[in-house]
């Protein structure tokens, strides 16, 4: 499993397309493909699409991912106190995401085995791809050096490059449609799970009292996740 950073992205965040994807939900949004095809007119390639990846979403959750952390950059200041704490908060949420996607392959890698239309080659690439998870959670989940958002940015788009990538590798192992629909549920639904997991990112950094930094005032501290 590659799980290195991002090579390049080729695309520019457009923020009307992704806040409408965030507002309305991905089911509503992509209701009519045109829409999508839309998005990428707009946006040119994306890492999805410049690697071929089999799910008809994942172009669309790419750029939620990237206009969720863009926003991220009106958070950051030059208060030290500040940067520590959003570190804090986006390495626990980094780390819930890491162990809620690690228990939840394990389950689906699992459930793969007793399924008498998923063939073996599909069935031993989900438990390779849980082996290698586990193998990085034995690394603490590489995490960036640097703890704070701007690191962060970036380790989430690795995250989700290497969740579609290798989902999409397992996929187009699937001989029957019924597999696929399986693949395809179970990496949507990680993905869900990333997005969210950045959503609540944002609200707790967004929620962090301003009159908090460089006070000295540490009474009351807000919660890191």
Same mark, same amino acid.
């Given at each position: 499993m590659?799980?290195?950073?991002?090579?390049?992205?080729?695309? /520019?965040?457009?923020? *009307?397309?992704? $806040? #409408?994807?965030?507002?309305?939900?991905?089911?509503?949004?992509?209701?009519?493909?045109s829409k999508s095809s839309g998005l990428l007119s707009l946006v040119g390639e994306t890492m999805s699409s410049t690697n071929d990846v089999p799910f008809d979403w994942s172009s669309d959750y790419e750029v939620a991912v990237v206009y969720i952390t863009s926003?991220?950059?009106?958070?950051?200041?030059?208060?030290?106190?500040?940067?520590?704490?959003?570190?804090?908060?986006?390495?626990?949420?980094?780390?819930?995401?890491?162990?809620?996607?690690?228990?939840?392959?394990?389950?689906?890698?699992q459930s793969l085995q007793?399924?008498?239309? /998923?063939?073996?080659? *599909?069935?031993? $690439? #989900?438990?390779?791809?849980?082996?290698?998870?586990?193998?990085?959670?034995?690394?603490n989940w590489q995490l960036p050096k640097t703890l704070d958002l701007e690191s962060f940015k970036k380790q989430f788009m690795t995250t989700y490059k290497h969740?579609?990538?290798?989902?999409?590798?397992?996929?187009?192992?699937?001989?029957?449609?019924?597999?696929?629909?399986?693949?395809?549920?179970?990496?949507?639904?990680?993905?869900?799970?990333?997005?969210?997991t950045l959503r609540n990112i944002t609200n707790r950094c967004r929620s962090i009292p301003k009159t908090y930094y460089g006070t000295g005032n540490n009474e009351n501290p807000i919660s890191v996740y």
């Open positions: 590659n799980c290195g950073k991002v090579d390049s992205l080729y695309f /520019v965040p457009v923020v *009307v397309c992704a $806040a #409408a994807l965030l507002q309305f939900g991905h089911a509503a949004y992509t209701a009519e493909r926003m991220w950059s009106e958070l950051i200041s030059g208060d030290p106190e500040h940067s520590t704490l959003q570190g804090i908060i986006a390495k626990n949420g980094y780390l819930s995401y890491c162990v809620r996607f690690k228990m939840q392959l394990a389950a689906w890698a007793g399924k008498h239309y /998923v063939s073996k080659a *599909v069935k031993n $690439a #989900a438990s390779n791809w849980y082996r290698a998870v586990d193998t990085l959670s034995h690394d969740l579609v990538l290798n989902g999409g590798e397992i996929y187009e192992e699937a001989v029957n449609e019924r597999t696929r629909r399986d693949v395809d549920g179970f990496t949507r639904r990680i993905a869900n799970v990333l997005i969210e």
